[in-house]
């Protein structure tokens, strides 16, 4: 063994050569300034970009925020196109459309082809984008995969010229660069000449679309939105954290919308809303003086154009009066009538103390629109099933300044995940599966399906947890099949929480974020659930938690968890446990109803020997001994009434139920249809 193992690099002669000279000039001069989509393209897992399966995803989600966003800020019931078609070994490319408002011609290179550019991030008021990053990101990595540029169609009117870019992403200036037109794009004429623009040079463009309820032919025609189309690497699962998860809860959390979804095997599914209420517009606000720090007050004061400390405290943060602003002055002994722009750093620091020790009101909450609980009911109805849904909103509480609203829906007994799937889906699913183990692909592959659920359905289906995925034939296949079909999970069955963040479907980090943990600190076992410590409760349970905020607190720019605020905690807890209560007064009647039914039985099987026993002493005849024995089984119904409780149609005992559980509880006959009420409606 040699003695010395850190030597330090010797020439031939064994002498040390000579480090080469650095000086401040030669370092200054590979100095250079880094544009942000350059910093991006090199750490693009910090978008959501860092594998091809979420990078797919990733690209459609933040189309389709962007459309449903453009779509409500118009008041326009959004209608969305979502295709997806393969054109190469783990290369997509994606189009997505809506029938929003358009974009005009001038800010279409810069919202596509610049990255930290839009209208969002200066603005407090409830939106699903935020950074202005998402949508031009996503374009830039199917540059950097591909080659291909961005494909953007955008019309405002069915009068005026729909205008078509293909866009590049310069990287090193964080600039747009336009391909077509001799860099200026190219406009599409209005009318049968601009259609037949479109299908002479192949562009991508849905012109009609179905009216609901109406003959298939009676189509209408697209007055106005915008497509864009991306070419990139990726890959295409279906399973958690898929684009059909994605879309799916989309639906729930937008019941406004109507999906038409065309997957890469050119399966197509439409997502139908259930309503065309829009939610209400949210109104921007000024910042809250409580959430704003030391250095942004002293970047607000040098930029204010106000003329007095009174005026410049009133027009730039909501919630501050006159008189508040005299309070705070006063405190900070500051005059109400000095230049803010001639505030020193010693002055600014006493303002903002005297901020924090100043009562302010919280900040107006218009700027919030929250789902509410009626939508959250046909949201979940609609697109789960179940027997028994409720939801909870809590009133608006405030973060750093920054208003937020929290609420929550609840679906028990729906089917499991596993029994929803089709032989073809789940054939498509175990060939495209990465996992090494058959217990693997099903904890990872179907939501609520735990350790022991996997376990159960292997065992039925006679085969080992360690068996690949890929290599599993055709009669194997068709064995798992039937037992996912077969085996009851619901006691088994972890529950499945569904993440929002102002409407928006959070599929990645679960672990991270500030619901997730909600829900496992949740004693879940005082309403009904069976849940170890450290863990998600068990049973046939779907939770959906909606944050929405004028800025939610992420805990990355890819927008996958939620940070953990003490107020959202707090608010989150108070949800769950809201919904909570109404599940476990639920579960406590269906008890007292199995119970007080298994005691009917035993009434029942032995009242026709106690009948006869009793006949046989008095001596009665036959017919007195058939009356005696229904005035018994009168008196073992009367004694069991409860086992006949049925939340059905009838109106009092749909009464009866709002009494009990409250409001915002729908209750549905487990045999019937998603869509298809048996009981009480909500009473929102």
């Known amino acids: 063994m040699e003695e010395h193992t850190n030597m330090p690099n010797v020439n031939e002669t064994g002498e040390q050569p000579k480090r080469r000279a650095v000086t401040a000039e030669s370092m200054a001069a590979k100095q250079r300034d880094i544009s942000v989509s350059e910093f991006f393209a090199k750490n693009r897992h910090l978008l959501g970009f860092d594998n091809p399966r979420k990078a797919l995803l990733t690209a459609v989600k933040e189309a389709v925020d962007n459309s449903l966003d453009a779509c409500e800020e118009a008041g326009i019931v959004p209608e969305a196109w979502v295709h997806i078609e393969a054109t190469g070994p783990n290369r997509y490319k994606i189009g997505v459309q809506d029938n929003g408002p358009g974009i005009v011609k001038k800010q279409i290179p810069l919202i596509f082809g610049k990255l930290l550019y839009g209208s969002k991030f200066h603005r407090l008021r409830m939106s ?58 190219e406009d599409i004429p209005a009318g049968e000449k601009g259609q037949k623009y479109i299908t002479d040079h192949g562009i991508e463009w849905v012109s009609h679309y179905p009216i609901p309820d109406q003959q298939p032919h009676h189509q209408r025609e697209v007055r106005s939105g915008t497509r864009v189309t991306i070419e990139l690497e990726g890959r295409y699962q279906r399973g958690r954290g898929s684009v059909d998860e994605y879309l799916e809860q989309t639906a729930i959390a937008n019941p406004q919308v109507t999906i038409h979804y065309v997957d890469p095997d050119g399966g197509e599914t439409t997502y139908s809303r259930s309503t065309t209420q829009l939610p209400p517009e949210p109104v921007e606000i000024k910042p809250h003086p409580y959430g704003i720090e030391l250095g942004q007050l002293v970047t607000m004061l040098k930029d204010t154009s106000a003329p007095s400390m009174a005026q410049f405290l009133t027009t730039s943060f909501s919630r501050v009066s006159s008189g508040v602003a005299q309070k705070i002055c006063e405190t900070a002994k500051i005059s109400t009538r000095g230049s803010p722009k001639k505030i020193g750093r010693q002055e600014a620091d006493s303002l903002y103390k005297a ?330």
């Open 128 to 185: 699903r984008g935020q950074q202005g990053i998402g949508i031009s990101a996503a374009g830039m990595y199917g540059m950097l995969t591909t080659g291909k540029p961005v494909k953007i169609v955008s019309m405002t009117s069915l009068k005026k010229p729909a205008h078509y870019f293909e866009i590049q992403i310069d990287t090193r200036r964080n600039m747009p660069e336009i391909i077509n037109g001799k860099g200026d794009g």
């Open 355 to 684: 901020i924090q020790e100043t009562k302010i009101s919280a900040p107006g909450t218009d700027c919030i629109s929250p789902i509410g609980e009626s939508l959250i009911l046909k949201g979940l109805h609609h697109q789960l099933p179940g027997e028994f849904f409720c939801a909870a909103t809590r009133p608006p509480a405030v973060y750093r300044g920054n208003p937020f609203l929290i609420e929550v829906g609840l679906a028990y007994g729906g089917t499991s995940s596993t029994q929803k799937v089709t032989l073809d889906a789940l054939t498509d699913l175990l060939s495209e599966s990465d996992a090494r183990s058959l217990k693997q692909f099903l904890l990872t592959t179907f939501d609520g399906v735990g350790a022991t659920g996997a376990d159960k359905i292997l065992s039925q289906a006679r085969m080992e947890t360690r068996q690949s995925p890929s290599k599993l034939k055709n009669e194997e296949i068709d064995q798992l099949f039937a037992a996912m079909r077969n085996v009851n999970l619901s006691e088994n069955q972890s529950m499945q929480v569904l993440r929002y963040a102002n409407r928006v479907p959070l599929q990645f980090q679960p672990a991270a974020c500030a619901i997730t943990q909600s829900v496992i600190g949740t004693n879940w076992r005082a309403y009904g659930l069976a849940q170890s410590r450290g863990q998600l409760p068990v049973g046939p349970v779907i939770v959906m938690v909606h944050v929405a905020s004028v800025w939610v607190p992420f805990t990355s720019e890819s927008k996958e968890a939620i940070a953990s605020y003490p107020e959202i905690m707090k608010e989150l807890r108070l949800g769950l446990q809201a919904v909570g209560r109404k599940l476990a007064v639920y579960l406590n009647r269906r008890k007292r109803v199995r119970q007080e039914g298994e005691r009917r039985e035993v009434f029942l099987r032995y009242l026709g020997e106690v009948a006869h026993a009793v006949a046989a002493i008095k001596d009665y005849g036959d017919r007195p001994r058939k009356d005696l024995y229904g005035r018994l089984v009168d008196v073992a119904k009367r004694k069991t009434a409860v086992a006949d409780t049925q939340l059905k149609d009838e109106e009092k005992q749909c009464e009866n139920a709002a009494e009990e559980f409250g409001k915002n509880v729908l209750i549905v006959n487990p045999e019937e249809t998603p869509g298809e009420t048996a009981s009480s409606e909500p009473t929102a």
